[in-house]
C-alpha cells in the first residue's frame, strides 16, 4: 500500500483518492501539482486500472516520462504502457492505427517547425505569391496565424481580424494558400504538429465507431496544466471523456498566461459546465514561498474577475519576516545598478548566483541589466539562449547602420539587400560584386525590377542618415530607418511582429544614450561577441516571466514595473488581455522562495528623451503594508 497520509496532505490526498468520476483539481503555484498527478496515476493502478487504459497528458514529453517515473517507483506497473505524452504525442499514437480512415495511409510523416515553414514557402512560390507583392507575408508569420487557425478552431479570416489586422489586405490570399498547403501535406502524407490535432478530433467527429472504441477503452484521463490547453486540445478530451467522464483536469488558472499561442483559460473555467458531475477540489498549500511572498501573490491576483477565488497557504515559516521589496529607482539605469548591489551583497553572504533570479515581461526590459552585469562581470545566463542583441530584427536594423558607417561591411549590405523581394542569394553576390567594381556607389548598382521600389526607398534613407539632424544619433538614425522603411518588412518577415516592435523601441531608447554612431555599434559588438564569455550555467538567471514558468529561485527581481511596460501598452485596452498580465505578474511572484524585489524605475529613456513612467497598476494595487519600500536615487 502506498503511505499516502506520509507523502500527502489533506487537500492533495482528498484529489488522489477521490471517486472515479470527472474532477476539476485547482492547484495553486507550488502546491505540488507534480506530486498530486504522480499519486493519482499510481492509485488507479492500485485499484487496478491497467496502465495502458490511462491517459496523461502533459505540457511536454519530458513531464510525463518524469511522472511515470515516480510512478514506478510507488507502485509495481509497467509505466511505459500508459499513454503519457504531449497531446501531439498521444494523436501521432491514435492516428497511426487509423490514418488510411480519414484519407492518409498510415505510413505519413510529421514534420517539424521548421520543415513546415520550408514547405509553405514553396507553396507561396508556387502560388507566385511573393512577386505579386513585395509586403506578402513570410512562411515564418503565417504559420503562427495557420497554427492559431487550427488551436482556436477560428477560421484564417477570423483570426486575422482578430489578432493579424496588418495582414488583412491579404486575407483572401492567404485563405486560399493554406487550403494549397493543406492539400499539398495531403498528397505528400504529411502532417504538421497541428495537423495532429486536427485530424484526430476530425477522425472522432466523422468515425463513430472509432470514437466508441476509445471511449470504451481509456478508463481514465488525467490533464496537467489544464489552463493552458487549447480549444482543440479541450475537445480531444471532451470527445474521448465525453461517455463514462472519468476526466482528471489539474491546473491553475490563475497561471494561464499562453493566450496568445491557443491557450483557452475558458476550458478551465467551463470545466464544471461541461462536466455537470464534477468534483472541485482546491489545493491551497503553498510549499515554496515564505508568508510574506504569498501574502502579496494573494493580493496581486485578487484583481481578477474571470477567475476562481483561491487564497493559498503557506506551509514554510516566515524567514526574520522578511517582506518583499518595493525598489522606487528614480530611472532604468539606477535600477539595474541597484540590482546589481544588491546581487552583490548576496554574492557576499554565499547566495549562489545560480539561486538569483532577474524576470521581465519583455527582453527589452533587459537591456540596461545586461549592461549593467557585464560592466561588473557578475556572470548571467539568458533562458531564451538569445541575447537581446543577437535576435535577428535587432541584427537586421543594425546593420543599416553597421553599412552607413562602414560602407565596405559586406555582411550588412547582404543582410539588407537579402530583406528585398526578388533578390535571392545568387543575385545578392552579383550586386556585392557589382557595388565593389562601382567604386561602392550604391546609384550605379541594378537591382532586379521587382526589387526596384524597395531599392530606391532604402537608398534614400541611407542618404537621410548623413543629415545634420541625424548624423551621430543612433536613436534618430535608428527611428528613421525603423518607421520609414524597416517596420514594413518586420511585419512580413517573421512571427511575433508586436513584441519584436517593441524590442527595436527598446534599442532606439537605448541608442539615444550615444551621440556616436560607431560608439553604439562598438558596444552591441562587444555585448554580443568577447563579453558573452560572461554567459554561465552558474551565473544569475535572466528571463522573461513566460519562460520561467514552473521554474523557483531563492531571490526573485521582477523589473521595470511601469504602466506600460508591465501590463504592457498593447493590454491596457483589452480587459482579457490585462487579466492576462496580472496572472504574469502572479506567476512571477509566486517563482521567489525567500526575497522579492519590485522594481520600478520612474524614468527610462526613450526615443531620445527622459521619459517619466507611471508605477504599474500592479503595485498600486498592493496592500501598502506587504511591501517594505526603499528609494534609490543615483549611484556613482
Ligand atoms: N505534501 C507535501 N509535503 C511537502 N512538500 C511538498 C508536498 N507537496 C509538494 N511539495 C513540494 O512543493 C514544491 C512545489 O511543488 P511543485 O513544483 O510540484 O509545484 P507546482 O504546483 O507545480 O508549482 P507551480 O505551478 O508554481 O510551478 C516541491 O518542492 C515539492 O516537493
Redesign the pocket.
Known amino acids: 500500500m502506498i503511505p499516502y497520509e506520509i ?3 489533506e487537500e ?1 490526498k482528498k484529489a488522489v483518492t477521490a471517486p472515479l468520476g470527472p474532477i476539476l483539481v485547482i ?9 498530486t498527478l504522480t499519486y493519482r496515476v499510481a492509485y488507479l493502478i492500485e485499484k487496478g486500472i491497467k496502465p495502458e487504459r490511462i491517459i496523461l497528458a502533459t505540457f511536454t514529453n519530458k513531464a510525463a516520462k518524469e511522472m511515470l517515473s515516480r510512478v514506478e517507483r510507488l507502485v509495481k506497473a509497467d509505466t511505459t504502457r500508459i499513454w503519457g505524452g504531449t497531446f501531439h504525442h498521444l494523436c501521432n499514437k491514435i492516428l497511426r492505427y487509423h490514418a488510411n480512415e480519414i484519407g492518409f495511409g498510415q505510413n505519413f510523416t510529421i514534420i517539424d517547425r521548421e520543415d513546415s515553414i520550408h514547405l509553405l514557402a514553396d507553396c507561396i512560390n508556387q502560388l507566385n505569391l511573393k512577386n505579386s507583392s513585395k509586403f506578402f507575408p513570410s512562411p515564418e508569420a503565417l504559420i503562427e496565424v495557420f497554427s492559431l487557425s487550427i488551436n482556436k478552431a477560428k477560421p484564417v479570416w477570423r483570426i486575422i481580424e482578430e489578432s493579424f489586422s496588418h495582414f488583412s489586405v491579404f486575407c483572401e490570399e492567404i485563405s486560399k494558400l493554406q487550403s494549397f498547403y493543406i492539400e499539398r501535406k495531403r498528397k505528400s502524407l504529411i502532417f504538421d504538429y497541428d495537423d495532429l490535432l486536427f485530424y484526430t478530433v476530425k477522425l472522432f467527429q466523422e468515425k463513430e465507431k472509432i470514437l466508441k472504441f476509445y471511449q470504451c477503452y481509456f478508463e481514465y484521463i488525467l490533464v496537467d496544466e489544464y489552463q493552458d490547453t487549447s480549444r482543440i486540445q479541450a475537445e480531444f478530451i471532451d470527445l474521448i471523456g465525453k461517455s463514462h467522464q472519468r476526466v482528471m483536469a489539474v491546473g ?1 488558472d490563475a ?1 494561464s498566461i499562453y493566450s496568445w499561442r491557443g491557450a483557452e483559460i475558458e476550458n478551465m473555467l467551463s470545466f464544471s459546465k461541461r462536466y455537470p458531475a464534477s468534483l472541485i477540489i482546491n489545493i491551497k498549500t503553498n ?2 514561498c515564505t508568508p510574506e511572498i504569498l501574502a502579496l501573490a494573494n493580493a496581486a491576483i485578487e484583481g481578477n474577475r474571470f477567475q476562481f477565488p483561491k487564497e493559498l497557504k503557506a ?1 514554510r515559516q516566515s524567514l526574520q519576516k522578511a517582506k518583499p521589496e518595493l525598489l522606487l529607482c528614480s530611472s532604468a539605469i539606477v535600477q539595474s545598478q541597484a540590482i546589481a548591489e544588491i546581487i552583490q551583497d548576496f554574492r557576499d553572504q554565499g547566495i549562489d548566483p545560480k539561486e538569483i533570479a532577474i524576470l521581465y515581461r519583455a527582453h527589452f526590459h533587459a537591456i540596461e541589466i545586461q549592461l549593467e552585469l557585464t560592466h561588473r562581470k557578475i556572470p548571467f545566463e539568458i533562458t531564451s539562449g538569445i541575447r537581446f542583441f543577437e535576435q535577428a530584427h535587432i541584427k537586421d536594423i543594425c546593420s543599416f547602420l553597421r553599412f552607413f558607417v562602414n560602407p565596405y561591411d559586406e555582411t550588412a549590405f547582404k543582410r539588407i539587400v537579402k530583406m528585398f523581394a526578388g533578390i535571392g542569394p545568387k543575385t545578392v553576390s552579383k550586386l556585392w560584386d557589382q557595388y565593389l567594381s562601382s567604386s561602392t556607389s550604391l546609384e550605379k548598382l541594378s537591382p532586379p525590377k521587382a526589387a526596384e521600389q524597395p531599392w530606391m526607398n532604402w537608398l534614400d534613407i541611407h542618404k537621410a542618415l548623413a543629415f545634420p539632424e541625424l548624423a551621430n544619433k543612433p536613436s534618430k538614425q535608428l527611428e528613421k530607418i525603423l518607421y520609414g522603411f524597416y517596420s514594413e518588412y518586420l511585419k512580413v518577415l517573421y512571427e511575433g511582429y508586436q513584441r519584436r516592435l517593441e524590442d527595436i523601441e527598446g534599442l532606439i531608447s537605448f541608442a539615444a544614450d550615444f551621440n556616436s554612431t560607431e560608439d553604439f555599434l562598438s558596444q552591441i559588438s562587444l555585448l554580443t561577441g568577447v563579453d558573452t564569455a560572461h554567459e554561465e550555467k552558474n551565473g544569475v538567471r535572466l528571463s522573461t516571466i513566460h519562460q520561467a ?2 521554474l ?1 529561485w531563492k531571490v526573485v527581481f521582477i523589473i521595470m514595473l511601469c504602466e506600460g511596460l508591465f501590463p504592457s501598452n498593447y493590454s491596457l485596452n483589452y480587459p482579457h488581455l490585462l487579466e492576462e498580465e496580472r496572472r504574469l505578474f502572479y506567476v512571477a511572484a ?1 517563482r521567489a522562495k525567500d526575497r522579492l524585489f519590485l522594481c520600478y524605475p520612474a524614468s527610462r529613456s526613450f526615443n531620445n528623451r527622459q521619459l517619466s513612467c507611471l508605477p504599474s497598476r500592479f503595485l498600486e494595487e498592493l496592500p501598502q503594508q506587504l511591501v517594505v519600500k526603499t528609494k534609490v536615487q543615483k549611484f556613482l
Open positions: 507523502e500527502l496532505n492533495q492547484a495553486g503555484a507550488g502546491s505540488g501539482k507534480t506530486r491553475d497561471q510549499y515554496r506551509a514558468k514552473g523557483e509566486t
